[in-house]
């Protein structure tokens, strides 16, 4: 109803009103905005809170992984969270990132899961990966 780009019942949960945060606003200090925090389904007033990626080299492979949360809470109704790992050899402004292989489009279907990626690397070449998460209605 104050159309700050986050649910009133998101808000309501988390802050107990709809003037505490906005699609602007970073309650708990972390560097994610309100907004983004809602998108990736972490606590907005804990700043320890938050999404991240574990790489680890093993056998060979870069293995890569990250807890992924289903939307089960109040303010995602008929809400999938989507993930999706990308790579790109140049991080930057206007840097191309691609979709890792098999991890274009990853959901949880409920609770949390860990989902791992093992990527092998090519001979003498620097990598960067980030992830990307985002809210989209079922259909």
Avoid: M
Avoid at 41 to 53: A, K
């Amino acid at each position: 109803t104050d159309n700050d780009l986050l649910p009133d019942s998101w808000e309501q949960r988390w802050f107990a009103n709809l003037t505490t945060a906005n699609s602007e606003t970073d309650t708990d200090g972390d560097g994610l905005s309100d907004r983004a925090e809602y998108v990736a389904g972490t606590d907005p007033t804990h700043p320890t809170s938050n999404l991240s990626l574990a790489v680890r080299w093993q056998q060979g492979q870069v293995e890569i992984s990250f807890s992924a949360r289903a939307v089960d809470a109040p303010g995602y109704q008929n809400a999938v969270r989507h993930y999706r790992l990308e790579t790109t050899a140049l991080p930057g402004p206007g840097a191309a990132w691609s979709p890792v292989p098999g991890f274009a489009d990853r959901t949880v279907a409920s609770g949390t899961e860990t989902l791992n990626c093992a990527v092998t690397p090519e001979a003498e070449a620097v990598r960067f990966y980030r992830l990307r998460v985002w809210l989209q209605q079922k259909p």
